[in-house]
């Protein structure tokens, strides 16, 4: 559960690919650093973004993407990593790269680079995790809130198009599609990761599954999820603390109007008592005290 700061620079994962193109002009590393500067300046103000640059001989697409609930100045931080890292991890003359960070992402590719499937595995890790995640199995018990946790996010993003984090009974998890995923088609690769996650990495507390069109990340947190400086959905800590808070307010407006109506009975007894005769007339009596009130 990565927070502002480094933690969102912290690499995950790389993949380059195989072949590099020939370039003694120079035009593919003209077109790469263009899409490279296009994108970075991009994400000062968005958090996904996807284009083309280059010449009908050397075109270039490449994309990046934040974490849906990064601002716009963590974002601009995280992917402005991206190109320094895909020429030392990859080199300058790969065909094709990609580089995730566990904030943001970056890939580029050559045109006519062989294309795969959205739902198909690019990264996988299971086992301990941040914040006082268990390093081995958490069981039956784990495994149901897990699961439970994974059904709100499978339906999170939908409803929420592409992105969505929540914690259920000390379980965290997150999700995220590529920006230009469908609603739809965003649920069925979420949840074919889920279903990853529950086939390879058993009862382990804690695991992240990238697929090449979305991710997800999940981890079980033994003292409860830390509360994130940023907004995002929360089934657990949150709730329980607005409806603790909601009991509150409940108790201290009963307690408030039984005091208030105890009050108005002691009033209107002494009103009555204080009610005199005069000339055959009833002249209530205001007492020094509450003269402010009369």
Do not use: W
Not at 244 to 251: A, C
Not at 262 to 291: E, M
């Amino acid at each position: 559960m990565a927070e502002s700061g480094s933690d969102i620079t912290t690499l995950v994962y790389k993949g380059c690919a195989k072949q590099a193109f020939t370039d003694p002009a120079g035009l593919y590393s003209q077109a790469i650093s263009a899409l490279f500067q296009t994108l970075v300046s991009q994400s000062m103000k968005l958090k996904f973004y996807k284009t083309t640059t280059g010449t009908a001989q050397t075109t270039i697409n490449g994309l990046f993407q934040c974490r849906g609930d990064l601002t716009s100045n963590d974002c601009y931080n995280c992917v402005s990593q991206l190109p320094t890292l895909s020429d030392k991890l990859c080199g300058s003359k790969t065909i094709a790269s990609r580089i995730q960070l566990h904030g943001c992402y970056m890939l580029y590719e050559v045109a006519g680079f062989a294309q795969i499937s959205g739902m198909q595995m690019l990264f996988k890790t299971c086992g301990g995790g941040p914040g006082g995640a268990a390093t081995n199995g958490g069981g039956n018990v784990f495994e149901e809130k897990r699961d439970t946790a994974f059904s709100f996010l499978e339906n999170g993003v939908i409803s929420n198009h592409g992105f969505f984090t929540t914690n259920y009974q000390s379980v965290y998890v997150l999700g995220q599609c590529e920006g230009d995923v469908g609603d739809s088609d965003c649920g069925d690769c979420v949840r074919s990761a889920v279903q990853r996650a529950q086939v390879e990495c058993g009862d382990s507390n804690s695991g992240q599954i990238y697929l090449h069109k979305c991710y997800i990340i999940y981890a079980y947190y033994a003292n409860g999820v830390p509360k994130r400086s940023s907004s995002s959905s929360s089934f657990s800590r949150a709730s329980s603390s607005s409806t603790g808070q909601e009991t509150g307010k409940t108790v201290a407006i009963i307690l408030g109007g039984a005091a208030g109506v105890g009050f108005a009975v002691i009033l209107l007894l002494f009103a009555r008592n204080a009610v005199k005769k005069h000339d055959g007339k009833s002249q209530f009596l205001c007492p020094k005290s509450l003269l402010p009130c009369c």
